[in-house]
């Protein structure tokens, strides 16, 4: 599963995403900061951060801890 977690500078409910991924143990995924791009502002400005499979299109919006992020990702 190809995952990409979007996110802003400065946000800290991103870095506790990030303690979350960590503590899942979930070995690559990749980062976007949607600063500055408007079209991921659009979609994304209110949600971040946010999880996104790009194999099949599904994201899980923040808050989720390791074990909902484990059964999204199942």
Do not use: K
Not at 15 to 41: K, Q, T
Not at 46 to 74: H, I, K, Y
């Amino acid at each position: 599963m190809a995952l990409i977690l979007y996110q802003r500078d400065d946000c800290h409910l991103c870095d506790l995403a990030l303690d979350v991924l960590a503590l899942a143990r979930v070995p690559d995924f990749e980062s976007v900061f949607i600063d500055g791009d408007d079209a991921l502002e659009a979609r994304y400005g209110t949600r971040v951060p946010v999880l996104r499979n790009t194999f099949d299109g599904s994201e899980l919006d923040w808050p989720f801890d390791a074990e909902r992020m484990q059964a999204w990702r199942a």
